[in-house]
T-cell receptor, first 112, second 108 residues
Framework: NAGVTQTPKFQVLKTGQSMTLQCAQDMNHEYMSWYRQDPGMGLRLIHY???????DQGEVPNGYNVSRSTTEDFPLRLLSAAPSQTSVYFC???????????FGSGTRLTVV | AQKITQTQPGMFVQEKEAVTLDCTYDTSDQSYGLFWYKQPSSGEMIFLIYQGSYDEQNATEGRYSLNFQKARKSANLVISASQLGDSAMYFCAMSSLFGTGTSLTVIP
């Protein structure tokens, strides 16, 4: 089925480790975004991209990097994991214009 | 700066009744979009409904309707004939900015 595929679904990291959360979509959506969801805080935008080769920072970008070399893929890199990055991460994509996001199933990350 | 506010942390509704989930927003943009998403306990995020700032009619999608009052900057979600499967978190969003959500519980 078409959609947004996120991997892994669960991950435990030690403080200081780095890792990449993968996100791929097969709907040819221009917009892709990464969010983190923490209890009581809704979803906060980390980074987003309006097309291949174009990325920008969201509300909470510190400690994260992204790149968009293709329309399909938008990986999120944690440079040096910290306990404050324990969260559920969602990748989402949408077409430009009046369309809602399609979300991936999420990655539950724990940093110990 | 844009802002989205959902003031109801939790709501209860009797099965088959209608319920309104509140959302207010603030923006200086003339053109903007308002969205509602549902997050069941399984964790996935599901897009429900969209309202554009220039749309003259309130948006409807099945049992979901959006009560859009532009002058009051509110975009409330109305769920008619509630079902047990409607129990979930509901998030209001303006473009990429999300509110903190409202937890809806449908009581049999």
């Amino acid at each position: 089925n078409a959609g947004v595929t996120q991997t892994p679904k669960f991950q435990v990291l030690k403080t200081g480790q780095s890792m990449t959360l993968q996100c791929a979509q097969d709907m040819n959506h221009e917009y892709m975004s990464w969010y983190r969801q923490d209890p009581g805080m809704g979803l906060r935008l980390i980074h987003y991209s309006v097309g291949a080769g174009i990325t920008d920072q969201g509300e909470v970008p510190n400690g994260y990097n992204v790149s968009r070399s293709t329309t399909e893929d938008f990986p999120l890199r944690l440079l040096s994991a910290a306990p404050s990055q324990t969260s559920v991460y969602f990748c989402a994509s949408r077409r430009t214009g009046t369309y809602g996001y399609t979300f991936g199933s999420g990655t539950r990350l724990t940093v110990v | 700066a844009q802002k989205i506010t959902q003031t109801q942390p939790g709501m209860f509704v009797q099965e088959k009744e209608a319920v309104t989930l509140d959302c207010t927003y603030d923006t200086s943009d003339q053109s903007y979009g308002l969205f509602w998403y549902k997050q069941p306990s399984s964790g996935e995020m599901i897009f429900l409904i969209y309202q554009g700032s220039y749309d003259e009619q309130n948006a409807t999608e099945g049992r979901y309707s959006l009560n859009f009052q532009k002058a009051r900057k509110s975009a409330n979600l109305v769920i008619s004939a509630s079902q047990l499967g409607d129990s979930a978190m509901y998030f209001c969003a303006m473009s990429s900015l999300f509110g903190t959500g409202t937890s809806l519980t449908v009581i049999p």
